[in-house]
């Protein structure tokens, strides 16, 4: 289980963005992290893979924190960012080649699955391109097959649909599925939250910083007292106030 306990954060000590912030993955689930631009999901993020380092709290992965095991905690996660990060002299297949060495997958197991990710994202004839030559969703698309291919036990997700056309939407939400239903815990930040509520399990609700609300949908219709609400309209219930 990915564990943040009480954390509180952010860019200068004087100035927290995220404040006693508690949330769980677990394998076999989607986490919906959910909230406002400014409402401190990237901040939880970067805080979690370690990116910057709490005033307060914990992260642990399995019961281990960060700094007792990097490579047990780092070899467990991927990452797919809001904006795509990528080196301008090596090309896709190449970005694809550097993430198996870093994840030490063997040879023959980074082909196979490479290879059907490219097939999936419809980049195959992409491969040996650079990736400056890309259109922005493109270059996102680089992200999520660098994430998708170690197959992690833990993905972290931040805006993953941003830039993408709906055919990369559809192959990534089923990847997410996929992987869901293999064992793997997914949290996921999102704004989109119609397409939250059909494939998040659960869903953690950010607004100024702190935790909101929480739960399946079930149970924040229950704390609310709005048995019929959808995701949409408890997330502006809270926002509101």
Not at 106 to 120: K, M, Y
Not at 169 to 193: C, N, P, V, Y
């Amino acid at each position: 289980m990915l564990s943040v306990q009480n954390l509180t954060g952010g860019y200068a000590a004087h100035q927290p963005v995220i404040h006693d912030v508690s949330l769980e993955v677990r394998p076999f689930e989607i986490v919906g992290l959910i909230g406002l631009n400014g409402a401190g999901k990237s901040t939880t993020i970067k805080q979690i893979l370690g990116l910057l380092v709490p005033q307060k709290g914990t992260v642990t992965l399995d019961g281990k924190l960060l700094s007792e095991d990097p490579f047990f905690f780092r070899s467990k996660m991927a990452f797919i960012p809001e904006l795509p990060h990528f080196y301008e002299e090596l090309t896709l297949w190449e970005h694809l080649e550097l993430t198996a060495r870093a994840y030490r997958l063997p040879r023959e197991v980074f082909q196979e699955r490479a290879e059907h990710l490219l097939e999936t994202f419809r980049l195959k004839k992409a491969a040996n391109w650079f990736p400056n030559t890309f259109s922005k969703g493109m270059q996102q698309k680089i992200m999520i097959l660098c994430a998708l291919l170690v197959q992690p036990s833990y993905l972290i997700v931040d805006e993953p649909f941003v830039g993408l056309d709906p055919l990369a939407i559809q192959a990534l939400l089923k990847m997410l599925k996929d992987g869901k239903e293999r064992g793997m815990g997914i949290l996921m930040s999102t704004h989109i939250l119609e397409m939250a509520e059909k494939y998040c399990d659960r869903f953690v609700i950010l607004h100024d910083g702190r935790v909101k609300l929480r739960g399946t949908l079930a149970e924040m219709r229950r704390e609310t007292g709005d048995p019929d609400a959808s995701l949409e309209e408890l997330f502006i219930q809270v926002v509101k106030g």
